[in-house]
Each structure stands twice: as structure tokens, then as C-alpha cells.
């Protein structure tokens, strides 16, 4: 499976080099680079392939080798040390290519659509991004380093910020992905050691776009290369962007993706592990961390979101090693794209620090419905991430609502317990289901005593094993 990948990702990272026998390496090699700490990076290219490639880093008094294949193409895998530098990586086969300024710390990958996409500067006359100036102002961190992700590498042609890792800067953050960006800051900041953000998002895209067409073939009977949106087609991103870094060492992946795909919450569930499962398992290096973002409620009028947001959460259920960043507080009725980009960054931090690095002493998952238990006309609620309490922070519960057989839900009294929520409606005798936060768009006033906000969840008589 390895080698046939490598074999794409060189059509595509050396296609109209094949007359040149000049060294190269894919573009996600440059100047500047984060490579991920204490492990065994792969690092790959084309040369000539009658020629030994030789690969000297700075750091290590080791040397390793390559042999290329029919068609020149070569990898090698390189140990790497603890978080430090600036190093220099010297790659020849006779001519020599060096990479300098490079450093040795975390890695993480930020993927999915326009809300991962859309940068820190925002998008004129479109989007606007909370506190934007101020954090841009205060953005100079050589010990972290960003890298975009075109559509192809030929992009590198026209804009000197795809293609090639920089500093973080005014000028490079201003244009780089905003949660990213406050993510990599934070997580910079809290370790203490060089940190790599790498952004491979395509605004208006949906999930099939970022998988590839066996995968989608195989076990959805997607067409190859059907209509996925007016910006991408099935397949499209997973074989253009996501094959171009396939293999870098990475420590994980935060994604933010599933407006696209909101009416289809159900095919959606079983996508997004298939989606994860594909990626781990072509990446190479083990069941690595994926943290996603349930989407904030918004106003769609279709009142399909609350059910892909329950189905977001339950993907968290049935994916090794991952996390849901929850949003119930933090949606805007009107815009698809809430202005505050760094409660998510902050969310995915409590998840990477507290699940990938193993930190204690804070909250990093909002309640999440576990069970509930009937006794007469109330309906106590239990919660996931609740272990310290429940609060609402002086605001009243008015986002529950019970049914009784006839399933029809209505509008519910709810008050905080030891145990839960108890919920119930004085004309409802016999219930047998409760939901939360259960609209398009909606504010949501439970949290744990962490200030993390509570999931959406239905309920259809779902009683404790």
C-alpha cells in the first residue's frame, strides 16, 4: 500500500521535472521546517536513479541512505532528537540540496473546510475574525513555523506563502489558518518547544472530497470523480493536497469540517472513521490523534443541524484515540463562520494537552449525554465530563424538552442535581425521552464546572445497561 502511494504522491510532487535528474524532495521540505521530535521522520524525493541519495543532518553524527527506485523516486526514514535547533539537513546524490533553519518539535496537521481554512486576517467584505489586530500585532515566534498547503505544488509558482514553511509573523499569520495559528501559538507557549503547523483546508468542500475513491467506492458506492461541491469533486483534495504531505511526521490532526455534509448526518457518521481510519492507516505511523469540532448551531432552516451535531459526537464514540471540540455556546444565527476562532483553538488545546501530552488539573471535553433513568414523571439526565458538577452560571435551563409515547417533544422544566439534570413537564405523566440544545441554532447555558459547554443530544427511551 506504501510504495503505491509514494508512487502518486510523485506524479504529483515531480510531474514536468521528468527530463531533470537534479535532486528534489517534496514540498513540504524547505527552509524553516518543524520536523516532529523523537521519532522517525520520512523524508522522500526523486534524483537520478542510478545514484545513492545521502542524507546528513546536522544534529545527528549519523548518515542514512537511499536507493532510488525505477522511476527515481526514494525515502528514508531519520531519527530525530528532543525539541531543538536550528539545525541544517544536507541531501546529495552528487549535487547537494540543504535545508536550513530547521527545527525539532511538534507537528500538527489543521484540515477540513472554510473554518479551518479562513485566515487570520479574515476575508475581506466576508469574514471577520474576533480580535484579529491585536493578535496579529503580537505574532513574531521564530519557534513557530507555519506551512500552507496549495491545491498542487505548481501554486508555489504564484504565491510565495503555499508551498513552503515560514515563520510566524503580521505578514504570515495574517494570511494563515486563524484556529490553527491561535492553536499552534498556545500549544508553543505551554510546552515550551518548537511547534509545526501545517494547514491543508479547502473552503466549501465536503468530507468525500478528502477520501479517496476506493475508499468511497469500496464502502459507500460513491462514484468515482462524482459532483461533490461547486469546489471540489470527489477524491479531488485527498489525491491533490492531502497525497502531497502523506508521511510527514506529524504528532496529529485537528479538523474542522461537516457543513458541507450536514443534511446527510447519517452517511456522515460512518464517513468521517472511515475517513480517519483511511488516513492513519496510508500515514504510517500509528493511530495518531484526530480532534474535531462539532459545529457551532447555526440558523440553517433546514433543522438538520442538531442531528449532525449529535452524530458528531457520537463519532468520538467509535474513533480510537480522538476528541469532539463542542460549540453549543459559541454559534452565531446568522453566520456560518462565528467570528471567535480562538475558542476553538482553545478547545482543541484542552483535548491535544490533556489526551496527546498527558497534563491534569483542567477540563478538556464539555458534558456529553451517558444515560438517563425514569422515575414517574421526571427524567434524571447523566452526563460524560461532568465529574465535578454541573452549572449554568446563574442563567435559567431552557433549552430541554421531554416527550411522552407520542414522541412529540415539548418545552421542559429543568434544574440542576447532584446527579444530573432532572427534567420534567407537570402535563407529561409518563416520559420517555429527553433532548438539549436540540435547533438549528441555539444558545447553550449547561456547562460543566470547567466553563465547557454540553453536547446536543436526543434521546428515544435510552436507559442505563
Not at 59 to 74: K, V
Not at 97 to 103: A, E, G, Q, T
Not at 258 to 281: C, I
Not at 295 to 305: D, E, G, Q, S, V
Request: glycine fraction near 8%; proline fraction near 4%.
Amino acid at each position: 500500500m506504501q510504495s503505491k502511494i509514494f508512487i502518486v504522491v510523485i506524479i504529483l510532487l515531480f510531474i514536468g521535472n521528468e527530463l531533470s535528474a537534479k535532486i528534489t524532495l517534496a514540498t513540504i521540505f524547505s527552509d524553516n521546517m518543524v520536523l516532529q521530535q523523537q521519532t522517525n521522520v520520512l523524508i522522500w524525493g526523486k534524483s537520478d536513479q542510478k545514484k545513492v541519495v545521502s542524507i546528513h543532518p546536522s544534529w545527528s553524527q549519523q548518515s542514512y541512505s537511499a536507493t532510488p527506485d525505477q522511476t527515481g523516486f526514494w525515502k528514508v526514514r531519520i531519527e530525530t532528537p528532543s525539541a531543538g535547533g536550528p539545525f541544517d539537513l544536507k541531501v546529495s546524490d552528487g549535487d547537494e540540496l540543504v535545508f536550513k533553519n530547521i527545527l525539532i518539535g511538534e507537528v500538527w496537521l489543521c484540515s477540513g473546510q472554510s473554518n479551518m481554512d479562513i485566515p487570520m486576517g479574515g476575508v475581506p467584505n466576508i469574514v471577520i475574525i474576533k480580535d484579529a489586530n491585536s493578535t496579529i500585532i503580537r505574532s513574531k515566534n521564530n519557534q513557530l513555523r507555519l506551512f500552507t498547503v496549495g491545491y498542487s505544488p505548481s501554486t508555489a509558482v504564484d504565491d510565495k506563502y503555499l508551498n513552503a514553511w515560514h515563520l510566524a509573523s503580521p505578514q504570515t499569520v495574517s494570511r494563515f489558518s486563524a484556529v490553527g495559528y491561535q492553536f499552534g501559538k498556545q500549544l508553543q507557549e505551554v510546552l515550551g518547544v518548537p511547534v509545526g503547523i501545517i494547514k491543508c483546508a479547502k473552503s466549501g468542500t465536503k468530507i468525500e472530497s478528502w477520501m479517496s475513491e476506493k475508499l468511497l467506492q469500496d464502502e459507500f458506492n460513491i462514484p468515482k470523480l462524482s459532483a461533490s461541491t461547486n469546489n471540489a469533486k470527489t477524491s479531488e483534495l485527498y489525491n491533490n493536497m492531502i497525497m502531497q504531505i502523506m508521511g510527514y511526521g506529524i504528532k496529529g490532526v485537528l479538523w474542522y469540517q461537516g457543513e458541507g455534509n450536514h443534511t446527510a448526518y447519517e452517511l456522515y457518521s460512518k464517513e468521517l472513521p472511515a475517513m480517519v481510519n483511511e488516513w492513519r492507516s496510508n500515514w504510517g505511523i500509528g493511530n495518531f490523534p484526530f480532534y474535531f469540532v462539532q459545529l457551532a448551531p447555526f440558523n440553517t432552516k433546514n433543522n438538520k443541524h442538531p442531528y449532525m451535531r449529535q452524530a458528531m459526537a457520537e463519532c468520538m464514540k467509535v474513533i480510537p484515540n480522538s476528541g469532539v471540540v463542542l460549540l453549543t455556546d459559541a454559534g452565531e444565527e446568522n453566520n456560518i463562520h462565528p467570528m471567535d476562532k480562538k475558542v476553538v483553538a482553545d478547545r482543541f488545546l484542552y483535548w491535544a494537552l490533556a489526551k496527546t501530552y498527558n497534563m491534569k488539573g483542567f477540563g478538556f471535553c464539555g458534558p456529553i449525554y451517558k444515560y438517563l433513568e425514569i422515575k414517574g414523571k421526571e427524567i434524571t439526565v447523566k452526563f460524560d465530563y461532568a465529574e465535578t458538577g454541573l452549572t449554568t452560571f446563574g442563567k435559567e435551563l431552557l433549552n430541554f424538552e421531554i416527550a411522552g409515547e407520542d414522541t412529540i417533544y415539548v418545552q421542559a422544566n429543568a434544574k440542576i442535581t447532584k446527579e444530573g439534570v432532572l427534567v420534567w413537564n407537570d402535563a407529561i405523566k409518563q416520559p420517555i425521552a429527553v433532548r438539549y440544545a436540540f435547533k438549528d441554532f441555539v444558545v447553550g447555558e449547561l456547562f460543566n464546572y470547567h466553563g465547557l459547554p454540553a453536547s446536543t443530544f436526543q434521546t428515544i427511551n435510552k436507559i442505563k445497561d
